[in-house]
Each structure stands twice: as structure tokens, then as C-alpha cells.
T-cell receptor
């Protein structure tokens, strides 16, 4: 069964303290991997799509990387406004439509 | 605003009542998706439309749930005879089919929070 596991469940950092969030996946055939940001009470906001191992994408303080088994979301010198839940999701070749989400990592940045 | 919109944003209903939610996708997007999200979990796929055709449904979508997308524009999700376990955030997303075969990203609306008392 296709599965997405995110770790840690929650992460508290000091402002400026860099870290990484992990997303490991077990799928029959990866079509694409997505990272979203979700603020409380709101819908997920799209961040990145990664298609193949070795691919990297960057946006401001965030960088997403992909290997054959996992993806990392690196956050460099975070600010309090980066506090949110970060969701990882995969789409497989067995489904032309749905994406399978992990449970997310709740990131809190203290000033 | 050209994003995905959902109405209502909040709905409180009594057990056994029927509820209907509406989603307006990004205008040029031909694919529309419904997800359900409970506290502390990621969204779970419910169903998907390409234009007006409903092409995939999750086994989570019991026969009390029905979704439509008349004319391939907005969509409605109806829950009949609501149960307390239906309390969740219902999210709608839309995307555009890419001719390259790659999956295009899904853009989400703000969600409708349903509380069944």
C-alpha cells in the first residue's frame, strides 16, 4: 500500500536556527512529490513539485530535495512567519488523480 | 481573486440532517478534487472530476456522500443523514491537465469546516 510518513510530528526552533523536515515514502511508482504549507484553519498552500531523484527546488528560505526513498524540506534561518504545518504528498502512476498526504510536521519558530 | 473558493466556510448541523457544500475552482482548471481533513492529519482524497465526469471515488466516500460537477464548472458535495464522524474540514482543490504527462500541482480552497452535533 502506498504510504507517506513525515517526521518529526512537531518541531520547535529558535529564529535563525536552520533544520530539515523529512518525508519518507513507499509507493508503487512515483509520478511526483509535493510540499504544501498549511496555516491553522486554512487550506494547504502549494510550495514545490519534485519529479525525480536528485531534483532540488528553492523558494526564499525553503529548499526541497528528493531521493528515491525520501524528500527533505530544508529551512534556512527561519523566521516566526515560517511557523505552519508542512505537508508532503505523493502522486503515483497507479492513480491519475489523487495525491496521498502525510500527517504533516508542525513547525514553530520562536522569536 | 482567482483562487479556489468554497462556501460556506463553516457549517454546524444536527445529526441526521443533510448538508451541501460548494466549490468554485480556478476558472481555467479542468480537474477538481474533494478531500477531507481531520485534526492532526493530512487531507484524505474523496473524489475527483475531470470536466463534468467523476472519474475516481475513494472507498471513504460512503453512499451518504454524493458529488456533482454540472457543466464542468463549480462542484457540490452533499452529505445525507450526517453523523458525528462526518465532522471535519472539507477541502476542494483544482488543477490543470498537462499534456507532458506530468502531474500539475493542485491548488486548494480555504475549506468548509463541518461540525455535526
Amino acid at each position: 500500500e502506498d504510504q507517506v510518513t513525515q517526521s518529526p510530528e512537531a518541531l520547535r526552533l529558535q529564529e535563525g536556527e536552520s533544520s530539515s523536515l523529512n518525508c519518507s515514502y513507499t509507493v508503487s511508482g512515483l509520478r511526483g512529490l509535493f510540499w504544501y504549507r498549511q496555516d491553522p484553519g486554512k487550506g494547504p498552500e502549494f510550495l514545490f513539485t519534485l519529479y525525480s531523484a536528485g531534483e532540488e527546488k528553492e523558494k526564499e528560505r525553503l529548499k526541497a530535495t528528493l531521493t528515491k526513498k525520501e524528500s527533505f524540506l530544508h529551512i534556512t534561518a527561519p523566521k516566526p512567519e515560517d511557523s505552519a504545518t508542512y505537508l508532503c504528498a505523493v502522486q503515483t502512476y497507479s492513480s491519475a488523480s489523487k495525491i496521498i498526504f502525510g500527517s504533516g510536521t508542525r513547525l514553530s519558530i520562536r522569536p | 481573486d482567482t483562487g479556489v473558493s468554497q462556501n460556506p466556510r463553516h457549517k454546524i448541523t444536527k445529526r441526521g440532517q443533510n448538508v451541501t457544500f460548494r466549490c468554485d475552482p480556478i476558472s481555467e482548471h479542468n480537474r477538481l478534487y474533494w478531500y477531507r481533513q481531520t485534526l492532526g492529519q493530512g487531507p484524505e482524497f474523496l473524489t475527483y472530476f475531470q470536466n463534468e465526469a467523476q472519474l475516481e471515488k475513494s472507498r471513504l466516500l460512503s453512499d451518504r456522500f454524493s458529488a456533482e460537477r454540472p457543466k464542468g464548472s463549480f462542484s457540490t458535495l452533499e452529505i445525507q443523514r450526517t453523523e458525528q464522524g462526518d465532522s471535519a474540514m472539507y477541502l476542494c482543490a483544482s488543477s490543470l491537465t498537462l499534456t507532458s504527462g506530468r502531474q500539475n500541482e493542485q491548488y486548494f480552497g480555504p475549506g468548509t469546516r463541518l461540525t455535526v452535533t
